[in-house]
């Protein structure tokens, strides 16, 4: 073997070993990266899935002029402890809709407090004494009961853990898609139609192209001062409502649904363009018969990953004042309101050891709904995408 060949021959061998090198720095690092997320899963839902069921003791209630004055002494004084004060507060309402309940003592499953709650799932330092004692003999008698959460979904916040919801939350967001959708979708489109297939090639296209690159990585904190700015100060859009904080997420989610659709039609081949030019059809024909319905799964999967990221936006929200304490949910878009993810960093702030679960598990919640929303985009992608 020559020395050319030798020299050849270590210099294949050196990039062969640093191409081996190299996958297994990319393998290592797909690696981590899928541990990160098992850990994350794992915690997120070992910390979370307590919230979906909840303890409750079947108890008499007695409705009377006493217990409506002081709603303690609807049940035994043995278990005044053990029962939830939020339902007992609920007590002189329920008589006041029903005048019939009054002299009746029906037998009820009532949610405990949340501290007997976080004991029965295993935090044994919630209790001390007697009433530990207690809470194991109902227990084991099955007077107390594990139940679904059902209230979880339809209530609004509460001051009891035990009685938080994200019912509330969960039309707020409606509401703020909604909105956002409405002023997002056509601005963007039209915005995106126009710059590629009208406007004229000069400085101010070049410009405005610049600039809406440049919003799409702005912090999202700025759009919630913007939206405080001219939404709330100038226009006098109601604080703390959905019309406000669909508004400021609106601007927001402009950028990325204008990026994306200008994306889509230039996806388009211009043969197309030209064919219909071709055959008589003006330039707005072309684009609306088109152009337009080719790009459209582009489009619609462009909206749709916007809108996933408004889902998850807190920054603004906060500054526009969406993180309102909210027990009912809102009847309009003017009323005040909150949104998923303020309510979990509402939770996440709160003293009390019941609210971890219910932080958790409104991250699980959140994480279905954006999960669920990127999947829909890749799923009319793949439904509607054409090959050129």
Known sequence: MTLTSRVTDARLKSRYR???????????????AMTFLVVFFFDIIRQGYPAFYRAEIQT???????????????VAEDLRQIVSRGVLRTIPMEVQNDPSLLGTSPTRWVPVNAKIGQYLKGHRDELRGNLETQVDQLYEQGVIQFKPNWAFFTNGDSKLPELAGIGAAAVGSVYLLVITLCV??????????????????????????????NLAAVPSIIFGLLGL???????????SSTLAGGLTIGLMTLPIIIIATRAALRAVPDPIRLGALAMGATRWQTVRDHVLPLSLPGVLTGTII??????GETAPLIIVGLIAYI??????????????????????????????????????????????????????????????
Do not use: H
């Not at 916007?306 to 889902?311: E, K, N, S, W």
């Open 18 to 32: 640093a191409e081996a090198r190299f996958k297994g720095y990319c393998i290592t690092a797909l690696l981590l």
């Open 60 to 74: 008499q209630i007695t409705y009377s002029e006493e217990s409506v004055e002081i709603p303690t002494l609807a």
């Open 184 to 213: 997002a979708f056509p601005i963007g489109v039209l915005s995106a139609v126009y710059l590629e297939e009208f406007a004229p090639d000069n400085r101010l296209t070049q410009t405005i192209e610049v600039n809406i690159n």
């Open 229 to 239: 700015a001219v939404f709330i100060n100038f226009f006098g859009v109601p604080r």
């Open 306 to 311: 916007g809108l996933a990221q408004a889902m």
């Open 327 to 388: 027990p009912e949910a809102p009847s309009s878009i003017t009323q005040a309101a909150t949104v998923l993810p303020a309510q979990v960093f509402t939770w996440a702030g709160m003293p009390e050891g019941a609210y971890v679960e219910k932080t958790a598990a409104g991250i699980m919640v959140l994480l279905s709904i954006l999960l669920s929303m990127n999947a829909a985009a890749v799923l009319l992608r793949r439904r509607f995408e054409r090959r050129w």
